[in-house]
């Protein structure tokens, strides 16, 4: 389930009618199901625009390829991007992510990360290392900065973060040694950074400043004992 931003209305996949399709929920008391497609495919991946007024989903095609359809919050025909953008096949995606003001989508594919820009209709392949597996991307609140998970010199992850074209502005993020990051995110107001350390016994959620060096502070919020893990998190507004 998904919330909208604007908390009126929780977007979910569900297959009680088919296959599978996006239904709305109201988030109060009237608790009216509404089907929003009528597609009847796997489909994964729900993200609401920044205005609360447009949903992006991933969808499977046959052959194993993929698409990103867009649908407005009332319903109607969906938006194909690979239509948009005028590509034959996307190949299949990890993620999408909106960008803050609402122009630019993320989305994963064969270890790089790419952005769609849905008013200029084109994409731009932002990593392009072949060599490399670039994941979990994720906007800075002033949509200016992308942060990002890098295998870096051996299988080992650590974060990174560019800017909105694809340019690097430091090497790397996070320095921890015989460690690796994972799920790195933006504080709501920028200025710090947070990811999960894993350590070879347990894994924390650790906060810390925006560029880490060896003696920067940072802040391990759990400190698990051994074998206790850290999978996900979320941060309040």
Same mark, same amino acid.
């Given at each position: 389930?998904?919330?909208?931003? *604007?908390?009126?209305?929780?977007?979910?996949?569900?297959?009680?009618?088919?296959?599978?399709?996006?239904?709305?929920?109201?988030?109060?008391?009237?608790?009216?199901?509404?089907?929003?497609?009528?597609?009847?495919?796997?489909?994964? =991946?729900?993200?609401?625009?920044?205005?609360? %007024?447009?949903?992006?989903?991933?969808?499977?095609?046959?052959?194993?390829?993929?698409? &990103?359809? *867009?649908?407005?919050?009332?319903?109607?025909? *969906?938006?194909?991007?690979?239509?948009?953008?005028?590509?034959?096949?996307?190949?299949?995606?990890?993620?999408?992510?909106?960008?803050?003001?609402?122009?630019?989508?993320?989305?994963?594919?064969?270890?790089?990360?790419?952005?769609? !820009?849905? %008013?200029?209709?084109?994409?731009?392949?932002?990593?392009?290392?072949?060599?490399? @597996?670039?994941? !979990?991307?994720?906007?800075?609140?002033?949509? =200016? %900065? &992308?942060?990002?998970?890098?295998?870096?010199?051996?299988?080992?992850? *650590?974060?990174?973060?560019?800017?909105?074209?694809?340019?690097? @502005?430091?090497?790397?993020?996070?320095?921890?040694?015989?460690?690796?990051?994972?799920?790195?995110?933006?504080?709501?107001?920028?200025?710090?950074?947070?990811?999960?350390?894993?350590?070879? !016994?347990?894994?924390?959620?650790?906060?810390?400043?925006?560029? %880490?060096?060896?003696?920067?502070?940072?802040?391990?919020?759990?400190?698990?004992?051994?074998?206790?893990?850290?999978?996900?998190?979320?941060?309040?507004?």
């Amino acid at each position: 389930p998904t919330p909208s931003p *604007t908390e009126d209305l929780i977007a979910f996949v569900s297959d009680r009618d088919g296959l599978g399709d996006v239904y709305l929920v109201n988030s109060g008391r009237q608790r009216n199901i509404r089907r929003l497609t009528n597609l009847e495919r796997e489909m994964y =991946q729900l993200e609401w625009s920044p205005n609360g %007024e447009v949903l992006a989903f991933i969808v499977s095609l046959e052959g194993g390829d993929c698409d &990103i359809l *867009t649908i407005g919050k009332e319903g109607g025909n *969906t938006t194909s991007l690979r239509d948009v953008f005028n590509v034959g096949s996307f190949g299949c995606f990890d993620y999408i992510r909106w960008s803050p003001n609402g122009t630019f989508l993320l989305y994963g594919s064969a270890g790089d990360i790419f952005r769609a !820009d849905l %008013e200029m209709g084109e994409i731009r392949n932002l990593t392009n290392n072949p060599q490399l @597996l670039e994941v !979990d991307p994720k906007w800075s609140p002033n949509g =200016q %900065e &992308i942060i990002y998970a890098s295998t870096f010199g051996d299988i080992e992850f *650590t974060a990174f973060i560019m800017d909105q074209n694809g340019r690097l @502005l430091d090497q790397p993020v996070t320095h921890n040694r015989g460690t690796s990051t994972s799920l790195p995110d933006w504080l709501p107001r920028g200025e710090k950074i947070s990811y999960l350390l894993f350590r070879r !016994d347990a894994v924390d959620l650790r906060v810390a400043l925006r560029f %880490e060096d060896l003696d920067s502070p940072r802040w391990n919020l759990t400190n698990n004992p051994p074998f206790a893990r850290v999978e996900q998190y979320t941060w309040s507004p």
